[in-house]
Nanobody, 115 residues
Framework: QVQLVESGGGLVQPGGSLRLSCAAS????????MYWYRQAPGKQRGLVAT???????NDADSVKGRFTISRDNAKNTVYLQMNSLKPEDTAVYYC?????????WGRGTSVTVSS
């Protein structure tokens, strides 16, 4: 069982920045990939960014050059630095990890980009 707790969401103006955090339980965090997803109102949840156990990253086209995923294995935490935010980035952001065939999700943190 893995528990994930997201934080860092809030209201920000277009062009602003936020850093999301996701703290994971357990002692095996460093061995597994971590993912950030988001779900906008009325839309399906979609993958935003991935970071593997060795630190390789991949981002969705919609956030390339603006969002950066990173991890601190000493703190069991994955981050999503979000810059140049746009209204279309408004969503609930979730982190996820997988153990075998089981996905573990946090409860999400809400991001609203609005003037």
């Amino acid at each position: 069982q893995v528990q994930l707790v997201e934080s860092g969401g809030g209201l920000v103006q277009p062009g602003g920045s936020l850093r999301l955090s996701c703290a994971a339980s357990g002692s095996d965090f460093r061995f597994y990939a971590m993912y950030w997803y988001r779900q906008a109102p009325g839309k399906q949840r979609g993958l935003v960014a991935t970071i593997t156990s060795d630190g390789s990253t991949n981002d969705a086209d919609s956030v390339k050059g603006r969002f950066t995923i990173s991890r601190d294995n000493a703190k069991n935490t994955v981050y999503l630095q979000m810059n140049s935010l746009k209204p279309e980035d408004t969503a609930v952001y979730y982190c996820k990890t997988r153990r075998g065939r089981v996905d573990y999700w946090g409860r999400g943190t809400s991001v609203t980009v609005s003037s």
